[in-house]
């Protein structure tokens, strides 16, 4: 997807704890830190409360972790599976310290799996060895120790890579490509599955199908690499099976159409698999320019709608997505590629559709030399600032992992202390279903000594996680309305209150329907 993103992004344009899992908020009655919520007054009630932007109560904020070329995850190949387990955790820990709630884990970089399969190789990644058992699966582990935490669980697919390392010679035999060959196209030193053949979509779905059906994952991400980007390769020859499935369409408006029917036909599988599982895209950030069509954006960067037969607003309008995520890399000011004109451009196009729209941050950019607005360090803050005054917009997601815990300049911290003040819920997606479970019975607080009062209760059938909130001096319950008051998510059925003060507790389905409020006094 994003490996070597800095110079791809440059190119296109010049082509044209254990157990229960805390994600607290600054201390119940502690001064606001930037971006907190205004204290309310003792007059307000909960049909009263106005929601304060700066405290949303659901917003995705997420970060991809990257397994091809080890960018992310593991570190390097060849790790023992002890290693391998401390170093995900860490990144997780990482995440959940800075109140993010999703990770996007790419699972099939390239035809391969880092995940046991019948249909497809183990990844190289793991082993250094295309194919090799690396002793364990990962995937469930990777899955339980996010949940663990209170993480979302995206499993990321790259749909047409077959071989990053170019052609079948290193593949192990029984490799898809090496077994099909004439699924596949060399381009530009790589090899990709040909999306012109039913049998190659076939297979991408069989593939995601089976991850769904087998793993407890909240979500499949594809990510910007559909048709190949531009590259010194030549053409993409793909002209026997124009010839055989064109049905004289034009050869873009027929690869076009190939992209939007797997898209469709994930979709319906994922759905018809597991009701509650999202599906989503990341597509490159300019859809197409105003210069080359009137509803584009006021850009002059390359076109993912032309060059790499990606049609974003078409998966919106044929709702095939439940949400995109496209990848706003560049800052506020670039000449070709403004981030605050591609961002509401994006707003807009998802504006009454029911398609969530969440925005790919560029975190690994920050400190670079690419342009000098990444050398200040509150860009990506000032970025999310924007992002407030658009309410389509419902979160961010930071590529790549290793960059969000390096924390360059002091970016995330800045994005932290001025954004992810508090915790924050999952946006809620209507047609994945879902139901509040029942009010938390039995709340109780206990006789605290040094650490505060332990609030325990009863699990509530069908929770994974619960919110707790500190009601302020006022007494003021507007809970529903923002997160001003939410103090933290937990995994487990019981959390230590820091001080006295009356809290409330609520219960979270895994896609983050809320129940009502169990209340109890700390004095």
Not at 139 to 144: N, R, S, T
Not at 249 to 264: F, G, P
Not at 454 to 467: D, F, I, K, Q, V
Request: proline share 7%; net charge positive.
């Amino acid at each position: 997807m994003r490996t070597g993103r800095p110079l791809l992004a440059a190119a296109a344009l010049a082509v044209l704890t254990t157990g229960a899992a805390f994600v607290f908020g600054p201390g119940p009655g502690e001064p606001p830190a930037a971006g907190s919520a205004k204290k309310k007054t003792a007059a307000a009630s909960a049909t009263s409360c106005k929601a304060d932007a700066r405290y949303p109560k659901r917003e995705l904020r997420g970060v991809w972790i990257a397994t091809v070329k080890n960018i992310d995850w593991p570190s390097r190949t060849g790790l023992t599976p002890e290693r391998q387990r401390a170093e995900y955790t860490r990144i997780l820990d990482g995440a959940v310290k800075r109140r993010l709630n999703a990770v996007f884990v790419q699972v099939r970089p390239a035809s391969d799996a880092l995940y046991r399969s019948s249909l497809e190789p183990w990844s190289q990644y793991l082993t250094g060895t295309p194919g090799k058992d690396p002793g364990w699966d990962p995937l469930p582990f990777l899955i339980a120790e996010a949940h663990k935490r209170g993480l979302e669980f995206h499993a990321w697919f790259n749909p047409y890579r077959a071989s990053y390392d170019g052609g079948v010679a290193k593949l192990p035999a029984g490799h898809p490509a090496r077994r099909h060959p004439g699924w596949t196209v060399a381009y530009d030193g790589r090899l990709y599955f040909n999306p012109g053949l039913p049998q190659v979509r076939e297979h991408v779905v069989k593939v995601v199908t089976d991850v769904v059906k087998r793993y407890d994952v909240d979500g499949v991400h594809f990510d910007d690499y559909f048709y190949p980007y531009p590259g010194q390769g030549g053409a993409f020859d793909d002209r026997a099976a124009f010839a055989k499935y064109g049905k004289g369409q034009s050869l873009a408006d027929w690869r076009r159409q190939n992209v939007n029917t797997l898209v469709a036909e994930v979709d319906a599988a994922v759905h018809a698999t597991k009701g509650y599982v999202k599906f989503g895209i990341s597509p490159f950030g300019i859809w197409r320019n105003k210069a080359q069509d009137p509803a584009g954006s006021a850009t002059s960067g390359m076109s993912a709608y032309d060059s790499i037969y990606a049609d974003a607003r078409a998966w919106i309008k044929a709702g095939t997505v439940d949400y995109v995520l496209p990848q706003l890399y560049w800052p506020i000011g670039f000449k070709a590629a403004d981030y605050k004109v591609l961002m509401p451009w994006w707003a807009r196009q998802v504006k009454g559709t029911g398609v969530d729209l969440y925005i790919g941050q560029a975190v690994y950019q920050v400190g670079t030399r690419t342009d000098k607005a990444w050398s200040k360090p509150g860009q990506l803050a000032a970025q999310l600032t924007l992002n407030d005054r658009h309410k389509q917009v419902e979160g961010d997601v930071y590529f790549s992992a290793k960059n969000v815990l390096d924390n360059p300049l002091g970016a995330m911290d800045r994005v932290v202390a001025g954004h992810y003040a508090r915790p924050a819920l999952l946006p809620l997606i209507k047609e994945r279903g879902g139901d509040a479970p029942a009010t938390p019975a039995g709340l109780k607080a206990g006789t605290g000594k040094g650490e505060g009062a332990a609030l325990t209760w009863t699990p509530s059938e069908g929770a994974r996680a619960y919110a707790v909130y500190r009601l302020p001096a006022s007494g003021a319950d507007c809970h529903t309305k923002d997160a001003g008051d939410l103090v933290a998510l937990v995994t487990a059925p019981s959390f230590t209150a820091p001080k006295p003060g009356t809290y409330l507790v609520t219960a979270l389905d895994r896609l983050q329907h809320e129940s009502d409020a169990a209340k109890v006094t700390v004095r």
